[in-house]
């Protein structure tokens, strides 16, 4: 009885280990992508010569800085058709895109130049209210979308909808959580602050009440299109209801 009941726990452990991988999502680089993040780079003056920004830290920030330095500024909040989302041509084309898919822009341009990236979903409430764990699974939550890229020094936190950096004033990367304690403690001081767009937690009663999860980038799973399993679907006309989400980067938050 006790193997039958540990054969049947280790098939259902196993089935729910390749449902997992099944619906593992990432935003890849295609071949078109780069073709139009090469036309984004070129048109900025971004020089982009992987050894290059590689060199130092210092040429690493000077490179993350300039493209997002160049997307807050030059796009507009606008909503669009989610199947868009990710599209590097749509957003060559359009230079329209919210906080997801800034996010998802700079995502796809880090990581085509060598920098390990982990998406953060982050939400809060909009009252005084603490903002709890359980608020995730709430309809109508409020959730904003940045990114982290790994530099020579460790993780740093980039800015979506303003152009400020996760480096302290000794210019030292900052975690979005280190960027939190210094918000709570009242004594956040950034080497590189916005002045183009906003802090995403300014109009905030509790600028500090807001939490993270890595690798989550949607919770209605209509973002990424993972293959085979999501394709397949999506061709019948049935759209997965799962989150999109990274397993690599979920690992992050333990």
Known sequence: MKRSLLKIALVFLACLVLLAFAFNGHPTVTKTD???IDSFLTEWKIPAQTDSIHASFDREVAFVSRVQDSIVKNFDGAFHPQEAVGNVDFYFRNRAGVCYDKAMLMEKIFSSYGFPIRHMYI???DDSTAISRSDFFKKGLTSHAMLEVETQKGWMTVATNGN????DLNGDPLTIYEVRDQIKAGNLKLKKTNYYGIYFFEAFRMPSNFLITYGIYSRHGQFLRNAPVEKALNSIGIKSKLP????RMLLYNF
């Open 34 to 36: 780069q073709t139009y």
């Open 123 to 125: 939400y809060f409430r």
């Open 164 to 167: 400020w950096l996760g480096l």
């Open 244 to 247: 999109d989400y990274n397993l």
